[in-house]
């Protein structure tokens, strides 16, 4: 990987069908109720398809940030990505992505990341600083924490 690259992957095995998971995963009204990490998704259309640009609130650290991103996959049942840039392209990017793989015994895994690339990328990197340590971290252990909700709230419902 280069040093204008990084990435973060976290996965979570869940007791129910895909179907099941990317319903709730996509019910972005629900949000509130059970996301801790990403609050808040507005499609700036519906039905969501590649192309269109969401309004989305995450939690990070003691705020919170909106950005928008541009829905760059959404593949019923398997995949849901988007990609945001941080003032312009280059600078920072981030291609977030969910996809759900099947399992043999009827659940699936979910896998939950993004790739971030760019200039502020490059400096983290090079310059080890504990603002970019904290800063992955940091997001990472919220995708960890909306991935454990996610569970919870799928495999509870009916």
């Given at each position: 990987m280069s040093n204008?690259?990084?990435?973060i992957s976290t996965s979570i095995d869940i007791t129910a069908p895909?179907?099941?998971?990317?319903?709730?995963?996509?019910?972005?009204?629900?949000?509130?109720?059970?996301?801790?990490?990403?609050?808040s998704v507005t499609p700036?259309?519906?039905?969501v398809l590649p192309?269109?640009?969401?309004?989305?609130?995450?939690?990070?650290g003691d705020s919170n940030m909106t950005f928008r991103p541009t829905v760059t996959a959404f593949q019923k049942?398997?995949?849901f990505e988007w990609l945001g840039k941080l003032?312009?392209?280059?600078?920072?990017d981030g291609r977030h992505h969910f996809t759900i793989v099947e399992s043999k015994e009827g659940g699936c895994t979910l896998v939950h990341g993004e790739d971030f690339s760019g200039l502020i990328v490059w400096l983290g990197r090079?310059?080890?600083?504990?603002?970019?340590?904290?800063?992955?971290?940091q997001t990472r252990g919220g995708f960890i924490r909306m991935n454990e909700e996610l569970k919870r709230r799928t495999e509870e419902t009916k």
């Open positions: 204008w690259r990084d990435s895909p179907a099941k998971v990317f319903s709730v995963l996509t019910d972005f009204e629900t949000y509130p109720l059970w996301n801790p990490f990403l609050l700036s259309t519906t039905p192309g269109i640009t969401l309004t989305n609130i995450i939690k990070s049942d398997r995949r003032l312009w392209g280059g600078l920072f090079i310059s080890g600083g504990q603002w970019y340590k904290n800063l992955m971290q």
